[in-house]
């Protein structure tokens, strides 16, 4: 099995190397989900029990049907427990819904052993089945007729996919269940990377009942995790969860997390001084005061009293989503030279105030593959700019783009700079804000020119930046790009057995792609978050997921 996974990133590449050798060993108490062996006890200064209250925006959604981005991901991060999950210490995956898993010699089939007694949160037991269910769920455009999933290309590449999801099919036949404790994976072709992609927070068991009744389950998610619903989502209000004490692994520490959603993060940053917020993410204006208030994390994701300003890393990438399929924004020249006028080292160090990095590839620093620089019109030169609108408009007359994005968030901030920059090379650009929810629902559907964007690695490896953003039918392919050349090169990397010879694919793709520049990447993000003074321990992996059950509040 080890010869068909790679390790590619450990916590020290988000730090860029400078972690000090004692530092590992500070993280070693954060241990893993569901890992009695990795448990964090208390510690003597931290209390069992409370209720931590954490700031979110109103998800997508919080059922795992959809889970697509971090703030619904955050929720049913807790509620739900996935086959496997990355160990950002070792800088490996490993078994957590599973004891363990085997796989053949050409990678094209999957066995896990999943743990034997654990139940859902309605007591059911949890089998082999309610897999099988969870992931047929996420691709079945009936469970949901209104929105169907945007995440099924997740499971693209097991066998009976395509039948599946073209109603050809009742079942997904390459995954079966030889008994309640075994579920087997089939593949259409080799994937050695498949157990990354089982780690997703969305590819878990749900219990029948799931089935029945969709509006029901889609706000009181049903789980396995470690945290289970307090009645319903209240839709942007609240999202409540509680302790779930017949949990498999260790119990969480705290008796609940109170999701608090604000309309943006300027407001919710005013309740965390307020003292009533415990998590919350910073204004990128206030990154400054936060730091000397509130002391920075030494290692940039664990945080404790004195030292509670997150600012790690993150395998995640901020960029302009591009519908390429409409003029001006199918001329290629156009696009590069968009990129070109941008200044992204001004968003970084004026906005965020140095803690972000300007970006150089859509694939960030951290993950196996990542070559610097192999983007080549993400560099700042507005010279060359105005060099391609002059050949492409030689008579002058640049058209007005429509630039889309929400305002919360520091959005607004970053917007700007990009505005500003594209005045400078002639190009105006008009705004055109909206709530994210509902732009994410435009970008699907192809309506909208150029907007913000931005991807948090959902298992970190390079195909996670090219075959989500780049392959034709994929639902997170905004950029409406139809490229049959693209497509088979993403297909014949993931059928690549070894690990060298597969990255150095993905590499090759990587830089045609930059060179079309099918999308403008902007910066590479870094956490942004900030603990209260009553947390005794809080971390915030890399991927932005907080495993609450491990956290505990100051002793009274």
């Given at each position: 099995m080890a010869e068909f996974m790679n390790k590619p990133m450990g916590r020290r590449a988000f730090v860029g190397g400078a972690l000090a050798t004692g530092v590992l060993g500070v993280l070693a108490g954060c241990g893993q989900k569901g890992n009695p062996s990795a448990a964090g006890s208390t510690s003597g200064e931290g209390a069992s029990g409370g209720t931590l209250r954490y700031y979110i925006n109103n998800p997508v959604s919080i059922d795992p049907y959809n889970l697509m981005e971090d703030q619904g991901t955050q929720v049913g991060f807790q509620l739900f427990d996935s086959l496997t999950q990355y160990d950002f210490e070792k800088g490996e995956i490993k078994a957590l819904a599973c004891d363990s898993w085997e796989v053949n010699d050409d990678a094209t089939e999957f066995t896990f052993h999943l743990k034997e007694g654990t139940t859902f949160h309605n007591g059911d037991t949890v089998v082999a089945a309610d897999w099988k269910r969870g992931w047929e769920r996420i691709l079945n455009p009936e469970t949901n007729p209104e929105s169907p999933s945007g995440i099924g290309y997740h499971l693209a590449m097991v066998d009976g996919y395509d039948a599946f999801t073209a109603g050809e099919a009742d079942e997904l036949t390459g995954v079966t269940c030889p008994d309640d404790n075994t579920l087997v994976v089939k593949l259409a072709y080799s994937y050695a990377d498949f157990p990354y992609v089982a780690s997703h927070p969305a590819l878990v068991p749900v219990p029948e009942v799931a089935l029945e009744d969709f509006q029901t389950f889609f706000l009181s998610p049903i789980g396995n995790g470690p945290f289970k619903m307090d009645g319903n989502w209240e839709d942007g209000q609240y999202i409540n969860i509680v302790r779930y004490d017949d949990y498999y692994g260790d119990k969480a520490i705290l008796d609940g997390v109170n999701f608090v959603i604000q309309k943006d993060v300027e407001t919710a940053y005013r309740e965390f001084q307020a003292g009533n917020l415990d998590v919350c993410d910073v204004p990128a204006t206030q990154i400054p005061d936060a730091r000397e208030t509130y002391g920075e994390s030494e290692d940039g994701y664990t945080a404790t009293p004195d030292h509670q300003l997150l600012l790690g890393g993150e395998p995640s990438t901020y960029y302009l989503t591009i519908n390429c399929a409409q003029a001006p924004w199918d001329n290629v020249k156009f696009r590069q030279a968009v990129s070109m006028a941008i200044n992204r080292e001004a968003i970084c160090e004026e906005v965020f105030h140095g803690t972000r990095t300007p970006a150089d590839?859509?694939?960030?620093?951290?993950?196996?593959?990542?070559?610097?620089g192999v983007w080549p019109y993400c560099k700042f030169d507005q010279d060359a700019a105005k060099a391609l609108l002059e050949e492409i408009y030689p008579d002058g007359n640049y058209p007005t783009i429509t630039l889309t994005y929400n305002q919360d968030g520091g959005h607004k901030e970053i917007m700007d700079v990009v505005m500003a920059s594209l005045k400078e090379v002639g190009i105006e650009a008009e705004a055109d804000t909206n709530e994210w929810a509902t732009i994410l629902n435009r970008y699907s559907s192809g309506d909208y020119e150029i907007g913000r964007c931005g991807w948090v690695a959902d298992y970190p490896i390079m195909d996670n930046f090219m075959y989500p953003l780049f392959f034709s039918t994929s639902g997170d392919n905004y950029s409406q790009i139809g490229d049959d050349a693209i497509d088979a090169a993403l297909l014949e990397a993931r059928a690549t057995i070894d690990d060298d010879e597969r990255i150095?694919?993905?590499?090759?793709?990587?830089?045609?792609?930059?060179?079309?520049?099918?999308?403008?990447?902007?910066?590479?993000?870094?956490?942004?978050?900030?603990?209260?003074?009553?947390?005794?321990k809080f971390y915030l992996d890399p991927q932005k997921k907080a495993d609450m059950s491990k956290t505990e509040l100051v002793s009274a």
């Open positions: 590839n859509i694939v960030p620093p951290g993950i196996a593959g990542y070559e610097e150095a694919k993905y590499q090759k793709l990587d830089a045609e792609l930059g060179e079309q520049c099918w999308m403008i990447p902007l910066m590479f993000y870094t956490h942004t978050t900030v603990v209260g003074d009553n947390v005794a």
